[in-house]
């Protein structure tokens, strides 16, 4: 059924529809001679990016600007003094130039949401509708301090997984090293000093050198430059085609893979349930929710999980079934959804359950990367254990031929 409902904003006219006892799907603010200024080109042109150094805006940039704006909010500032304080405070060239744009283009009258948007790279679709729920619900404080709660988690997963994994990558890159210098130096002179044929060396031996000629003949001939650069674009276009077509290949088989596809879907999970408790919260509607939170879990293929769960709401099913019926998502989500739904307390119960969803994931973390080094070390020695048995061998063999003799 549709209708228009007049409301003061976005939030009212969601309390008012739920009152009546209606489910809000889709809402459509009409608000005559903002959408031409929002959807036509900016009276305030970007500035320009530095050609070099601090032009770049990282995660971690925006994460503590948010807190810093969130903080301002919740004192009572104005937003335009907020900006400008902000301003004031930045030292890197590209987040100072950021800051000018959206002070210049607030006091001109654009609402800070559409500022924000001409700066795509730097805010996500979940961070211009936190801000813009703020704005039109009058509670730019509460979205600005849920965004950086949001952002402050999804800084604390990277942080955990760049220290987790620096002592595993630090160790396979050493092994590879090492590895390589014993095949393509070391061992060709060890062999050289056994007098035995190639035919007789033991097969070991003899895959282990053939082994190191290829790999010398790769740093050493020009047709082994060309296989370098092969291999090198073969990368570069693997790289480019799990995030482009076939992105949603790649993910899937991530979810697929021992150990670490559950650590990325109990990761999303945790995602799942504090976007969609905050946007809901705000006043966003499901389907509207639903749309931003698919882009917010880092895998395409629960991305298509959650259109589908979309285009089953918007057919007027409840949001639990769908969510169950994808298979993705935990049976204690599926329970929060159900009875946030029958309660018409979806947001709260949903923000309650994300710190245990979130303590899940900081769970599957560490024991991602408990294992992770145990099962490279592993492999490491058994590589280093076959180039060690493949270079004794001979000598082995020669000294037992000479036994005979």
């Known amino acids: 059924m549709a209708g228009v409902v007049d409301a003061a904003d976005r939030r009212s006219a969601v309390s008012t529809?739920?009152?009546r006892g209606h489910l809000v799907m889709e809402l459509i603010e009409k608000i005559h001679g903002r959408e031409a200024v929002a959807q036509g080109p900016s009276i305030f042109p970007m500035p320009s990016s530095p050609r070099w150094g601090g032009g770049h805006v990282s995660s971690k940039d925006i994460y503590a600007m948010t807190s810093q704006l969130s903080t301002a909010v919740r004192a009572g500032l104005p937003l335009l003094n907020c900006l400008e304080l902000l301003r004031k405070q930045q030292r890197k060239p590209g987040m100072k130039r950021m800051f000018e744009h959206l002070t210049k283009a607030v006091s001109g009258g654009m609402s800070l949401s559409e500022a924000m948007g001409e700066h795509k790279k730097a805010f996500s679709p979940l961070y211009l509708s936190m801000i813009r729920v703020g704005e039109t619900g009058g509670i730019l404080e509460q979205t600005s301090t849920q965004l950086a709660m949001i952002l402050g988690r999804e800084e604390k997963i990277k942080t955990n997984m760049k220290t987790a994994s620096a002592?595993?990558?630090?160790?396979?890159?050493?092994g590879l090293?090492?590895?390589t210098l014993i095949v393509t130096v070391m061992l060709p002179k060890i062999l050289g000093t056994v007098d035995v044929g190639t035919v007789a060396m033991p097969m070991p031996t003899r895959i282990l050198m053939s082994a190191s000629h290829f790999l010398r003949g790769l740093f050493t001939s020009f047709p082994g430059w060309i296989a370098l650069a092969g291999i090198a674009g073969g990368l570069y276009a693997l790289r480019r085609w799990t995030k482009t077509v076939g992105r949603s290949h790649w993910d899937g088989f991530r979810l697929k893979i021992p150990v670490l596809g559950p650590v990325l879907q109990t990761i999303a999970v945790g995602r799942f349930a504090r976007t969609l408790g905050a946007l809901t919260k705000g006043g966003v509607t499901?389907?509207?929710a639903l749309a931003v939170v698919r882009d917010t879990l880092g895998n395409e293929v629960l991305a298509r999980q959650i259109d589908e769960v979309a285009e089953k709401v918007k057919r007027g099913e409840s949001l639990a079934d769908p969510l169950e019926q994808s298979g993705y998502f935990p049976p204690l989500l599926i329970q929060i959804v159900a009875i946030g739904e029958q309660t018409g307390k979806l947001d709260e119960l949903l923000l309650n359950a994300a710190d245990t969803f979130d303590t899940d994931a900081d769970a599957a973390i560490n024991r991602f990367m408990a294992v992770f080094p145990a099962v490279?070390?592993?492999?490491?020695?058994?590589?280093?254990?076959?180039?060690i048995a493949a270079a004794l061998l001979p000598i082995v063999t020669m000294s037992l031929g000479a036994g005979v003799v």
Do not use: D, K, M, Q
């Open 17 to 19: 529809l739920t009152g």
């Open 167 to 174: 002592y595993p990558i630090f160790l396979l890159g050493l």
């Open 177 to 179: 090293v090492s590895a």
């Open 286 to 288: 499901i389907l509207e």
């Open 376 to 387: 490279l070390i592993l492999v490491l020695a058994v590589v280093i254990g076959f180039i």
